[in-house]
């Protein structure tokens, strides 16, 4: 506290003198200079209380304690199919796989179409729909962009989607495999309107393995990532192999290496090679079988230790233990690719508990001895994976793993559908698989696992796409004790025998996520209970990568923490969601403590903010309202 010594006049009171008595008011002249007497120096105290310097509240900013409160209740049916009425009727071939992507930078979600079967003399070329804005009557339109594409006579049996370039727009990258011999594997550059040109892929390595009976053996390239693993703001990418195989025999012969790839943000690539990939397992059961790798049937990619890089989860495919009298193969043990942040990964997968469980068909829980011509095989031993993602199942603040699977009737030992829950980096074994008890009954057909918060009440649902004739497409919702309980045919209103992979965007811009499903030529389906909720949603714009592949966001609701990261793609074949981030609020008036951590390390901390917003953020730069 300051004072300030004032000089002042005292006014001097006559008290008892010889006038009788009043005050003498009289003020001595001022004379320029300091001839006062009886003058006291008095500390008064200055008025100093703190400017307020705080900048006012962002429009998007929550002010004062948000307000918590429990979630609406969805009400059936949960979706109505919108196919017709939307365009895409009739639109694509009878089956297939689909990625969601913003081909020509609009703001708005287009599809990017791959067919699973073919005609004889077909060839597997991709299909592009644009999403052109409402019509007159303000029903969202999708139309065929596919001859504009430059990829309409692409062949191609997976692709992927990131900003490679780095330029601010979506490029591709494709494999091929013995189904599609005649395409390339490679980047192909977006010029920014949803036009794309091949790359020159300097650096990536032959995609066939040489010739049986005249004919060419290709690696089947099932699996594709993308994402910065070295982050040096370019992106990398994972390309994973199932069985390989000739147009003749299909996928008749043993699984080759997985290949990893560093970017150099042109198109152009160089080979990283990965330890050794032969489980030491199968060297038991073959000792000739030393090249041998596993067979690659899906991927996903996440920041499963929450150390700033991006880890890789590959599901491999081998049947597990064979009927027929023979050993097992183990080429269906999976791999939990670990990143020191350099690009350099070890397989964790065994000691952190999912390579393999030891659930098998129907209620069977526990694994007896392999034993083949005397000798005993090691498990696990099950395992036939297909699609998998990540997700933060439990609301702690770490990310888990849904693994999906097929477990084949005449196989005795098969895993099923997997929820391998986190567990932190201080447990035992890093996961525990909770997949019975949390609710999920078995089937032994299950591809393609999707977790989403379908009623943004700030939990992740699950939905789960299957192949058996008779099987439908099942919607399981999260409920708050953190289990699940499957909703009826009925009250989802889906009712799809053997269905699609399900492809999750906001096709109509009303803050809950839809979902596309290549099937039947394709069909569209609108939510109808999310809006009942809060939500919140995120775009982000990083500095490099641009598309922001590997950012982290966190926040806090009712429910818990809540973790989403951009991907870049996952699953079987790939199935590739908006990159838009999508958080559930229930009934709360906003979201607590948003944080994003950018691919590069950097931490961004946007505080509380308000419900039902959707926001534009761009690294180390503004934060639009759109």
Same mark, same amino acid.
């Given at each position: 506290?300051?004072?300030?010594?004032?000089?002042? &006049?005292?006014?001097?009171?006559?008290?008892?003198?010889?006038?009788?008595?009043?005050?003498?008011?009289?003020?001595?002249?001022?004379?320029?200079?300091?001839?006062? +007497?009886?003058?006291?120096?008095?500390?008064?105290?200055?008025?100093?209380?703190?400017?307020?310097?705080?900048?006012?509240?962002?429009?998007? @900013?929550?002010?004062?304690?948000?307000?918590?409160?429990?979630?609406?209740?969805?009400?059936?049916?949960?979706?109505?199919?919108?196919?017709?009425?939307?365009?895409?009727? #009739?639109?694509?071939?009878?089956?297939?796989?689909?990625?969601?992507?913003?081909?020509?930078?609009? %703001?708005?979600?287009?599809?990017?179409?791959?067919?699973?079967?073919?005609?004889?003399?077909?060839?597997?070329?991709?299909?592009?729909?644009?999403?052109?804005?409402?019509?007159?009557?303000?029903?969202?339109?999708?139309?065929?962009?596919?001859?504009?594409?430059?990829?309409?006579?692409?062949?191609?049996?997976?692709?992927?989607?990131?900003?490679?370039?780095? *330029?601010?727009?979506?490029?591709?990258?494709?494999?091929?495999?013995?189904?599609?011999?005649?395409?390339?594997?490679?980047?192909?550059?977006?010029?920014?309107?949803?036009?794309?040109?091949?790359?020159?892929?300097? $650096?990536?390595?032959?995609?066939?393995?040489?010739?049986?009976?005249?004919?060419?053996?290709?690696?089947?390239?099932?699996?594709?990532?993308? &994402?910065?693993?070295?982050?040096? %703001?370019?992106?990398?990418?994972?390309?994973? /192999?199932?069985?390989?195989?000739?147009?003749?025999?299909?996928?008749?012969?043993?699984?080759?290496?997985?290949?990893?790839?560093?970017?150099?943000?042109?198109?152009?690539?160089?080979?990283?090679?990965?330890?050794?990939?032969?489980?030491?397992?199968?060297?038991?059961?073959?000792?000739?079988?030393?090249?041998?790798?596993?067979?690659?049937?899906?991927?996903? !990619?996440? *920041?499963?230790?929450?150390?700033?890089?991006?880890?890789?989860?590959?599901?491999?495919?081998?049947?597990?233990?064979?009927?027929?009298?023979?050993?097992?193969?183990?080429?269906?043990?999976?791999?939990?690719?670990?990143?020191?942040?350099? !690009?350099?990964?070890?397989? +964790?997968?065994?000691?952190? %508990?999912?390579?393999?469980? +030891?659930?098998?068909?129907?209620?069977?829980?526990?694994?007896?001895?392999?034993?083949?011509?005397?000798?005993?095989?090691?498990?696990?031993? #099950?395992?036939?994976?297909?699609?998998?993602?990540?997700?933060?199942?439990?609301?702690?603040?770490?990310?888990?793993?849904?693994?999906?699977?097929? &477990?084949?009737?005449?196989?005795?030992?098969?895993?099923?559908?997997?929820?391998?829950?986190?567990?932190?980096?201080?447990?035992?074994?890093?996961?525990?698989?909770?997949?019975?008890?949390?609710?999920?009954?078995?089937?032994?057909?299950?591809?393609?696992?999707?977790?989403?918060?379908? *009623?943004?009440?700030?939990?992740?649902?699950?939905? !789960?796409?299957?192949?058996?004739?008779?099987?439908?497409?099942?919607?399981?919702? @999260?409920?708050?004790?953190?289990?699940?309980?499957?909703?009826?045919?009925?009250?989802?209103? +889906?009712?799809?025998?053997?269905?699609?992979?399900?492809?999750?965007?906001?096709?109509?811009?009303?803050?809950?996520?839809?979902?596309?499903?290549?099937?039947? #030529?394709?069909?569209?389906?609108?939510?109808?209970?999310?809006?009942?909720?809060?939500?919140?949603?995120?775009?982000?714009?990083? /500095?490099?990568?641009?598309?922001?592949? $590997?950012?982290?966001?966190?926040?806090?609701?009712?429910?818990?923490?809540?973790?989403?990261?951009?991907?870049?793609?996952?699953?079987?074949?790939?199935? @590739?969601?908006?990159?838009?981030?999508?958080?559930?609020?229930?009934? *709360?008036?906003?979201?607590?403590?948003?944080?994003?951590?950018?691919?590069?390390?950097?931490?961004?901390?946007?505080?509380?903010?308000?419900?039902?917003?959707?926001?534009?953020?761009?690294?180390?730069?503004?934060?639009?309202?759109?």
């Amino acid at each position: 506290m300051r004072w300030i010594a004032l000089a002042t &006049a005292l006014l001097l009171f006559a008290c008892g003198t010889e006038s009788g008595g009043g005050a003498d008011t009289t003020v001595a002249e001022d004379t320029g200079h300091d001839d006062t +007497v009886a003058v006291e120096d008095t500390l008064v105290e200055e008025d100093t209380t703190p400017v307020d310097t705080t900048p006012p509240l962002e429009p998007w @900013q929550h002010e004062g304690p948000i307000t918590r409160a429990a979630p609406t209740h969805p009400t059936p049916p949960y979706f109505t199919e919108v196919t017709a009425e939307v365009g895409l009727e #009739g639109f694509y071939r009878p089956d297939g796989r689909a990625m969601v992507v913003d081909f020509d930078g609009d %703001g708005r979600d287009d599809l990017a179409l791959l067919p699973v079967s073919a005609e004889d003399g077909e060839r597997r070329f991709p299909t592009f729909a644009r999403a052109a804005g409402p019509n007159a009557d303000g029903v969202p339109q999708f139309v065929d962009v596919t001859a504009e594409s430059g990829m309409n006579e692409t062949e191609a049996i997976a692709m992927v989607f990131g900003d490679i370039d780095n *330029d601010g727009d979506q490029d591709a990258f494709t494999g091929i495999g013995f189904r599609a011999p005649g395409g390339r594997t490679g980047a192909w550059l977006n010029d920014g309107t949803g036009h794309f040109v091949v790359a020159d892929n300097v $650096g990536i390595l032959p995609s066939t393995l040489g010739s049986y009976e005249g004919e060419t053996v290709y690696k089947e390239q099932n699996a594709l990532g993308l &994402a910065d693993l070295d982050r040096d %703001g370019f992106l990398d990418v994972y390309i994973g /192999t199932w069985y390989s195989g000739a147009a003749s025999v299909g996928g008749g012969f043993l699984p080759p290496d997985d290949e990893l790839y560093k970017g150099d943000g042109a198109g152009n690539w160089t080979f990283v090679k990965l330890p050794d990939q032969t489980d030491p397992k199968t060297l038991q059961m073959n000792p000739s079988w030393g090249n041998v790798s596993r067979a690659a049937y899906g991927l996903a !990619m996440a *920041d499963f230790d929450d150390d700033g890089d991006v880890d890789i989860f590959v599901n491999n495919y081998g049947a597990g233990r064979p009927a027929l009298g023979s050993p097992p193969s183990y080429f269906e043990q999976n791999f939990l690719w670990r990143n020191d942040g350099r !690009m350099v990964f070890v397989d +964790v997968a065994p000691e952190t %508990g999912v390579n393999a469980t +030891v659930r098998g068909i129907g209620g069977v829980q526990e694994e007896s001895p392999v034993v083949y011509e005397g000798e005993t095989y090691p498990g696990p031993i #099950g395992g036939n994976g297909f699609g998998c993602q990540w997700g933060d199942l439990d609301n702690d603040g770490d990310l888990d793993l849904a693994v999906g699977t097929i &477990a084949h009737p005449d196989y005795p030992q098969a895993d099923r559908t997997l929820l391998h829950y986190n567990q932190g980096p201080d447990a035992a074994t890093r996961f525990t698989e909770e997949s019975a008890e949390r609710g999920l009954e078995y089937n032994e057909d299950e591809l393609h696992p999707a977790l989403v918060d379908v *009623d943004n009440d700030g939990r992740l649902d699950f939905a !789960m796409s299957r192949l058996r004739g008779g099987s439908k497409w099942e919607l399981y919702f @999260q409920g708050s004790r953190k289990s699940f309980e499957k909703a009826t045919w009925e009250e989802s209103g +889906v009712d799809i025998e053997e269905p699609g992979p399900s492809l999750w965007f906001d096709y109509d811009g009303d803050g809950d996520l839809d979902f596309f499903m290549p099937k039947d #030529g394709g069909r569209l389906f609108r939510n109808n209970n999310g809006q009942a909720n809060h939500r919140l949603v995120l775009e982000l714009v990083a /500095t490099a990568p641009r598309d922001a592949t $590997g950012a982290r966001v966190t926040l806090t609701t009712l429910a818990g923490v809540q973790v989403r990261e951009v991907t870049s793609g996952h699953g079987h074949y790939n199935t @590739q969601f908006t990159r838009k981030l999508y958080f559930g609020l229930g009934g *709360d008036s906003g979201a607590a403590d948003v944080t994003i951590r950018w691919p590069d390390g950097e931490v961004q901390v946007l505080g509380d903010v308000k419900a039902d917003l959707h926001l534009r953020v761009t690294q180390g730069g503004t934060v639009e309202m759109l």
